[in-house]
């Protein structure tokens, strides 16, 4: 089975005959003998996954990496994060999936944020399964640990992901840019109630 190890800002993939998927024009080096080709869009296939992307707006170019030897991918010289997942699920937005190993599934999920968020969509792409993902962020990742009766109140730019079973709902009237006069339109926070954690960029992209 396909194996990531982070190094800081690339992620080495080390391919056994298999394959894995990463977004388009992230290989920076490869050894050995590996294929290259487009994917498409991740979220699934066919009409239905392509009108669910449009409507959520989530989309992520993928290519991918077939074959045996170590590819090396990398993304902006952003920071990046090995989650390894159980049968269990992430959330995250797609800009920020820098590649997954075969036995994972991605599916677009409606969060009805969209357009809150400096443009960007919010925890609309879910990836489930068994196997490997890589998160790019702007700056070392933060775990933060959710439980019953200790809410989390995170800055919608800091957001980066979560994983387990969370509610997550808007809290107006409250922003750290909007502090500083950084902030534009109606200022939020996203607040996280349940069990589970919630990934946090050190750096706001």
Partial sequence: MAQFIADKRVLRADLHGDRIRAASGSMVAFEGNVEFKHAGMGGGSGMRAALKRAVAGE?????????????????DALDVLVVDLAGDTLTAESEHILAHTDGLRLDVQFAGLRGMTSGHGLATTSISGQGQVALISHGPVIALEVSPGADLVVDPDAYLGSRGQLQMSLVSGVSWKSVVGEGTGEPFSLRFTGHGLVLVQSSES
């Avoid at 290519?63 to 990398?74: E, F, K, P, S, W």
Wanted: proline share 0%; aromatic share 6%; with cysteine.
């Fill in 59 to 75: 989309s992520i170019a993928l290519m991918d990496c077939t074959g045996q030897g170590r590819v090396y991918l990398a993304k």
